[in-house]
């Protein structure tokens, strides 16, 4: 019974997922398209999900759906003229569908030429403390490439805040 | 059909669900505020303010026409705005139910005599219920209100009352 | 600074809050009007439902919004019959000036507010209304001044 | 019972507790609104105006449901569903009790944080589809307040996760049982250490409410009522549950972060056991109050200043303090990993 369920889940979180991806390609109005952009996004922190990868699935969602569709989102709201602009006619150009043939022929070779381990799925999920412990405790481990990166973004930040005190008009 | 005479129009079931819905209505008439003039602040503005509460008859103030049950226009309404009043009338969804407000709502007030006023908005509007007074009281409002949930309850009794004839 | 501010604010609201509430539960309770409070005009009466107007159409001349018609009709004898004193509500604004110039006392400011009314028609009403049943008593005292209709023209008003 | 069965009737029990909070506290923000203005509130339909919601919802039920020309017909429709799920989806990883809950997440925190976030989107949407001005200025300011204020939320329950170890909710409730030398409750409210974090939360919290001081998306005396403009009847309704439903989540978030969820000190755990959902909900309660009086009390902020709030003193107070937390708790050893 269990094991249905999760294919049957599996099943409807890819077709979301694939369908998604063909909505945003074939929709022409573009607020369509950032939209199922964003039910792509969800549908594969979904599949993650049923990966017992709870983590990443919330920050699939916390990051794309909640941050960079809404950065495209309001990309689109502050380009767009006119509401009518949204919606543009199919123009086919040569050189993107080359491009996109290209990629498609990578991606094919890579992918049947690619050996999958065979792996069963863990009979215990691993919970954030087993991440935390992971990154922060294995052998030769990722704790200086994640400080580092911190360190990088929160500069960042810093500077950001910073820059946008602007000058003190009094 | 003998489903009809179940649920149908003239049936029991149908007018006695129409008189719960009714008395649902009756008793959260949100408004549209359409103040234009003196009224709105004198006699609107007071009446939902502490001392005599719109809400604790259920009424309360909706800024989109969308959500709104009832109409109040209070204040003068110019031929200008005339057609304005109209529009967001008709934005609003049924049922509706209007309320003029105010000597100038009703016949136009102490400006009758301008030829820019309309006299009165039930020349644009079906109006239900007229309040006099320049402005009115707080409290005149409130018997309006009363005044319109009785004849939104009526609705269900006219209905029984049809019923009735028909036999 | 707002930091204290709002905890200013908040402990305002709070102590209303716990003040308790000020409202008047309307048709339950009301407010008691001032003793000038004026609503729809309203004709003076007696104990006998006599009226004081004499048509001496002041009141009509002092409106400002020209909402009283008074119509009346000189007899033969010189006496005036009132067909109607006829008063849109609708459109008073309540100033009191009728009552002011009323040189007889005939009219007053009502303290009735509750005048809501369902249909146009209801927001004219007339204040007088010249009956037939008057027509006798007044054709006994016709040869006297018509000052002030004692008992001559029984008014059957339709005031609100 | 299969467990297929027992999850349905959970989320089930979710969608009748969330629209059963929409009715109740509807009615007790219009009562708790009308006393802090000193009025009565809802009193003349049922006793005490407790019909007066169920009321509203009949009313809006039987209304006409406009659906204006212009609008972006998929979008206006989806919208309401977009704004009700994820406000609904937030009540699965809250712990009622230690047994009451939808699902035992791990990332319990992470995952109500997450999906409040969502809503925004909705509210964006709805505001797109109505093809009005003010809709979209509506939409377009909820989620910029939204997206401004996700960051110091997230990062001020961050003192809390690195002092329990845990972003499980009903962990870290439990590790707020006990008291501190026999005296106080050993939540987290009545630890200095947490009171900036505490004060820097309920700031940002107050965003997800969209409530006044912070309710620029449907300003009325400016937007007409922003992204809900356009909406008639029950797809009014459901933002109208949806909100209200975002405060009890926020109030419930507060509750199980800094006031020991259904914790209660100096009761025994046998007594506390059947009573936890009733103390959790009192406390919730409690904190919903608190929201309506600061609604009550506070004038809106301006959109600007709202904003240079959130990035200029906010982002940088809660990044600052989380350093300062970080080195107090691992000089004075101060943390208690639960698990």
């Keep these: 019974m269990g094991e249905s369920v999760n294919t049957l889940a599996f099943l409807v979180m890819a077709l979301a997922a694939i369908g998604g991806a063909v909505g945003m390609l074939t929709s022409r109005n573009i607020m369509y398209a950032a939209f199922w952009l964003l039910w792509t996004m969800l549908s594969v922190g979904g599949l993650y999900l049923l990966l017992s990868a709870e983590f990443l699935a919330l920050i699939q969602v916390m990051v794309y759906a909640g941050a960079v569709s809404v950065l495209m989102l309001f990309v689109i709201m502050l380009t767009l003229r006119r509401r009518e602009d949204a919606v543009r006619s199919l123009d086919f150009s040569p050189s993107a569908a080359l491009l996109a043939a290209v990629f498609l022929g990578i991606m094919y070779y890579g992918i049947s030429n690619a050996t999958f381990p065979e792996v069963a ?14 990154l922060f405790t294995m052998e030769g481990g990722w704790l200086l490439p994640f400080e580092i990166s911190a360190l990088v973004l929160l500069a960042a930040m810093v500077a950001a805040v910073w820059w946008t005190k602007g000058q003190d008009r009094r | 059909m003998a489903i009809d005479k179940l649920t149908g129009e003239n049936s029991l079931a149908f007018i006695k669900s129409e008189q719960l819905f009714d008395y649902a209505r009756s008793n959260s008439l949100w408004y549209l505020a359409f103040g234009s003039a003196c009224c709105a602040i004198e006699g609107l503005m007071h009446a939902s303010g502490p001392r005599f509460d719109f809400d604790r008859m259920g009424v309360f103030f909706r800024a989109s026409p969308r959500q709104a049950d009832v109409m109040i226009v209070a204040g003068t309404v110019n031929l200008k705005l005339a057609e304005t009043v109209r529009t967001l009338y008709d934005q609003m969804p049924e049922p509706k139910w209007v309320v ?3 000597a100038c709502a009703n016949t136009g007030g102490p400006f009758r005599e301008y030829p820019n006023v309309l006299l009165g908005v039930d020349k644009i509007l079906p109006v239900d219920v007229y309040v006099p007074g320049c402005p009115p009281r707080p409290e005149s409002i409130h018997f309006a209100f009363r005044e319109l949930q009785k004849k939104i309850r009526g609705r269900a009794e006219e209905r029984l009352e049809a019923r009735r004839d028909s036999r | 600074m707002w930091g204290k501010g709002i905890l200013n604010g908040m402990r305002i609201t709070m102590r209303n809050m716990l003040r308790g509430p000020i409202t008047v539960r309307y048709p339950y309770e009301r407010v008691t009007l ?22 001496c159409m002041t009141c009509v001349r002092a409106c400002p919004d020209h909402i009283l018609d008074l119509q009346f009709t000189t007899a033969e004898d010189k006496s005036k019959h009132i067909d109607y004193l006829r008063y849109e509500m609708g459109a008073c604004m309540m100033c009191g000036l009728c009552v002011e110039a009323c040189p007889f006392d005939a009219l007053k400011m009502g303290q009735d507010y509750e005048l809501a009314k369902l249909t146009r028609d209801e927001l004219t009403v007339d204040l007088l209304v010249d009956v037939a049943a008057a027509a006798p008593a007044r054709a006994k005292k016709a040869s006297e001044v018509p000052a002030g209709g004692t008992d001559d023209s029984r008014g059957g008003g339709t005031d609100g | 019972m299969s467990p297929e069965l027992a999850s349905l009737l959970r989320i089930l029990a979710a969608v ?21 203005h000193q009025r009565l509130g809802p009193v003349h339909v049922g006793p005490q105006g407790l019909l007066q919601t169920p009321m509203d919802v009949l009313k809006l039920l039987t209304k006409e449901d406009i659906t204006p020309t212009n609008v972006d017909k998929a979008l206006y429709f989806i919208a309401p569903a977009a704004v009700f799920t994820p406000s609904l989806m937030a009540y699965a990883a809250i712990p009622f009790s230690p047994t009451w809950m939808v699902t035992d997440l791990d990332t319990g925190l992470l995952y109500t944080l997450v999906v409040m976030s969502l809503v925004s989107m909705g509210l964006l949407m709805a505001g797109w589809a109505s093809a009005n001005k003010w809709s979209l200025i509506g939409g377009m300011r909820s989620v910029g307040q939204h997206i401004a204020y996700e960051i110091p939320l997230l990062l001020s329950v961050l003192p809390v996760v690195m002092y329990v170890g845990t972003l499980n909710l009903s962990s870290i409730v439990e590790a707020q049982s006990g008291t501190w030398l026999g005296i106080l409750p050993q939540w987290f409210i009545t630890n200095p250490l947490f009171w900036p974090a505490f004060i820097i939360f309920i700031v940002s919290a107050l965003i997800k409410v969209n409530q006044t001081p912070f309710d620029m998306s449907e300003a009325e005396s400016e937007l007409v009522a922003g992204f809900a403009t356009e909406y008639s009847s029950m797809k009014f309704g459901l933002f109208f549950l949806s909100e209200f439903s975002n ?55 301006r959109m600007d200043h709202l904003m240079q709030f959130a990035w200029k003193i906010l982002i940088p107070a809660v ?5 300062v937390f970080g080195f107090i708790i691992k000089l004075f050893d101060l943390g208690r990993p639960v698990g």
Excluded: Q
Excluded at chain 1, 121 to 134: C, F, I, K, S
């Design chain 1, 121 to 134: 799925l863990l009979a215990e999920a691993p919970n954030t403390a087993d991440l935390g412990v992971v």
């Design chain 4, 247 to 301: 405060s009890f989540i926020v109030s419930a978030l507060a509750v199980t972060l800094f006031f020991g969820g259904w914790t209660l000190p100096f009761v025994p755990d046998e007594v506390l056991a059947p009573i936890a959902p009733v103390v959790f909900m009192l406390k919730v309660y409690v904190g919903i109050f608190v929201l309506m009086w600061i609604r009550g009390t506070l004038p809106r902020v």
């Design chain 2, 100 to 102: 003029a407000f105010g």
């Design chain 3, 34 to 55: 001032p003793e000038r409070a004026r609503w729809a005009v309203e004709v003076v009466r007696d104990e006998s439902g006599a009226h004081k107007c004499t048509a």
């Design chain 4, 319 to 323: 990044l600052t303090w989380i350093l």
């Design chain 4, 16 to 36: 009748g507790l969330m629209l059963m909070n929409g009715v109740i506290l509807i009615y007790m923000l219009r009562r708790v609104l009308g006393r802090l």
